[in-house]
């Protein structure tokens, strides 16, 4: 089975911290991706990454970085947290070129 | 780019009914459909997908219909059970890295 694991179940940061969330797979999946979950909004895409040290930018990425220096390693850096940025942060992967999308069990993060 | 709208927003059903889940899309290129199920505390967790070269898919209790034409979709539970109670999404997508996702139907079903 497919094992997308993130770092911290619970987060909380004060304004102005840099904040980092990490996710780590373990299937050898090409493609990896950064959602942020609000009620009443779905999923909405911040940064995906198809290989290594390669990002694109996806519906939301005001306020967000990414890093991607190991296959199996996807990061999102919130460069400056800030209240709006309290979310639940969902990260997923999937094989290059196929589908679907395996999700981890998220990261809900307060900015205070 | 896509838009997928889902509903309803909330759905109670008796244990033992059947419950229906719609969506709709609006770029005629997607050619992607699955559905999620996320429960209390857990990610989204894929229960069934379909492509668009294909009109129905069944697995068990759960099937998925398309509709091309009309660009809507729908989930089907049948016989449901107090463990389906879970948030359903849906989502489209022309390739993998341009999915989009609707905005989530909380299913109770009550025993």
């Known amino acids: 089975d497919v094992k997308v694991t993130q770092s911290s179940r619970y987060l909380v940061k004060r304004t102005g911290e840099k904040v980092f969330l990490e996710c780590v797979q373990d299937?050898?999946?090409?493609?990896m991706f950064w959602y942020r979950q609000d009620p009443g909004l779905g999923l909405r895409l911040i940064y995906f990454s198809y290989d290594v040290k390669m990002k694109e930018k996806g519906d939301i990425p005001e306020g967000y970085s990414v890093s991607r220096e190991k296959k199996e390693r996807f990061s999102l850096i919130l460069e400056s947290a800030s209240t709006n940025q309290t979310s639940m942060y969902l990260c997923?992967?999937?094989?290059?070129?196929?589908?679907?999308?395996?999700f981890g069990d998220g990261t809900r993060l307060s900015i205070l | 780019g896509e838009n997928v709208e889902q509903h309803p927003s909330t759905l109670s059903v008796q244990e033992g009914d059947s419950a229906v889940i719609k969506c709709t899309y609006s770029?005629?290129?997607?050619?992607?459909f699955p559905w999620y199920k996320q429960e209390l505390g857990k990610g989204p967790q894929l229960i069934i997908d379909i492509r668009s070269n294909v009109g129905e898919k069944k697995d068990q209790r759960i099937a998925v219909t398309l509709n091309k034409t009309a660009k809507h979709f729908s989930l089907h539970i049948t016989e449901t059970q107090p463990e389906d109670s879970a948030v359903y999404f849906c989502a489209a997508s022309i390739n993998n890295n341009d999915m989009r996702f609707g905005a989530g139907t909380r299913l109770t079903v009550k025993p």
């Open positions: 770029d005629s290129a997607s050619n992607y």
């Open positions: 997923a992967s999937s094989k290059g070129g196929e589908q679907p999308q395996h």
């Open positions: 299937m050898d999946h090409e493609n």
